[in-house]
């Protein structure tokens, strides 16, 4: 056992308040008890006075693993470029789990990930959510299939154009119809055939992964930056009654009201980023520190991600810390990136607060976690010592 004592600890569980000193006692894999003055008898036991502890950092859309740091085509795995539609592809079976970039993000105070492949095809393949820290990505794994990924816009077009397969959005949206019409189509099979084995339809590797998307048992991740794109995301996700993340948002925050809506009706979830960049594309024209807080003033619950390797990922705090000084309260910076991001990413009954029950997934400042003077001294995975600053 391992108790943290007399740090200043923010939770972000609601049934605290929201910043109390106190002490963590860590059991194994998982937070055991919060409150004050715990019992130590038999742990190994952590000083942290002066100290602030917030929940382990959840990035909810990044690549780490897939574009390996200082490597060019050998360590380019994010995207299977050739296909437009790609389903069949597994974000774990690319992941290098030996990436320094992992050593980087567990030094920010980043404990989870979400990643998957890029955003060149329509349909790029399933992501998956991992520890910062593992030997292998079968140990570094939290959940192996988090979300399908889609895309929209510039980057299927870029990409497609030369190969006079894809040249407007147009094509973009009914090559993303197609596919889901062909998966509803195998399922419907499926549930015909019954319990008669030999009236299944031919195993087909793409339609066995979208399957939980047309059965709204795991969402379409939508890679969308315009207005125009996000809106083209809304209303496949409402003809064919499925969940989805819009990912990116870079323009939610012109049409709230309808992002508003999206929410509220679907069910569907907001990842905001990266806003550390700059605008290298056409569609990120309207690129603001401002959209966060114009998010929350419209009552969007909203993730911030780095897109790493856009962002690296010791700098998901420091994202959060600028949007906070563009006007979005301190309290809802630190949500973006621990319990919203986790319930967004449907990972919340693991992560994203220090509860009783959680992981024990503990970031340790010694100051602000959102102040870029602030330094993580200590990362905490699933219970054990995975950072020590010096």
Same mark, same amino acid.
């Given at each position: ?194 319990? +008669?084995?030999?009236?299944? @339809? %031919?195993?087909? !590797?793409?339609? =066995? *992964?979208? &399957? ?94 780095? +897109?790493?390797?856009?962002? @690296? %990922?010791?700098? !998901?705090?420091? =994202? *959060?810390? &600028? ?68």
């Amino acid at each position: 056992m391992i108790l943290l004592k007399n740090a200043k600890i923010i939770s972000m569980d609601e049934s605290f308040e929201r910043e109390f000193t106190g002490d963590i006692l860590m059991d194994g894999t998982v937070i055991k008890a919060v409150g004050r003055d715990l019992p130590a008898e038999g742990a190994e036991i952590f000083d942290l006075t002066g100290m602030t502890v917030v929940p382990g950092f959840v990035d909810a859309h990044c690549h780490i693993g897939l574009f390996e740091d200082g490597m060019g085509f050998e360590g380019d795995d994010g995207n299977e470029m050739s296909a437009t539609s790609t389903p069949d592809m597994r974000a774990i079976d690319a992941i290098n789990p030996f990436d320094r970039c992992f050593d980087e993000a567990r030094s920010g105070g980043v404990t989870t990930c979400v990643t998957g492949p890029g955003s060149a095809n329509v349909v790029g393949g399933t992501f998956c959510a991992i520890k910062t820290f593992g030997r292998d990505v079968e140990d570094m794994l939290l959940k192996e299939t988090v979300a399908m990924k889609a895309a929209f816009g510039e980057n299927p077009k870029r990409v497609y154009h030369s190969q006079k397969t894809i040249f407007t959005r147009m094509q973009i949206a009914a090559t993303l119809r197609r596919t889901l019409i062909k998966a509803k189509e195998y399922d419907r099979k499926i549930a015909l055939a019954g319990d +008669d084995a030999s009236k299944l @339809p %031919e195993k087909d !590797l793409a339609m =066995e *992964a979208l &399957l939980p998307v047309v059965r709204r048992e795991l969402p379409l991740k939508i890679h969308a930056h315009r207005a125009d794109d996000i809106l083209t995301a809304i209303r496949i996700a409402k003809e064919f009654n499925i969940r989805i993340t819009l990912d990116h948002c870079t323009e939610g925050y012109m049409i709230p009201e309808l992002i508003k809506e999206t929410v509220d009706g679907l069910g569907a979830g907001v990842i905001v980023g990266p806003l550390l960049s700059d605008r290298g594309k056409i569609e990120l024209r309207n690129l603001s520190f401002e959209a966060p807080r114009i998010l929350y003033e419209n009552g969007i619950p909203f993730a911030i991600m780095t +897109d790493s390797p856009v962002i @690296p %990922e010791q700098y !998901l705090p420091i =994202e *959060a810390g &600028l949007a906070a000084r563009e006007g979005l309260p301190e309290y809802e910076a630190l949500k973006a990136i621990t319990i919203n991001a986790a319930r967004i990413t449907g990972l919340d009954d693991r992560i994203g607060s220090i509860t009783a029950g959680k992981d024990a997934d503990i970031a340790v400042f010694d100051g602000d976690p959102l102040q870029t003077l602030s330094h993580c001294v200590m990362t905490f995975i699933n219970g054990k010592l995975c950072y020590k600053r010096g």
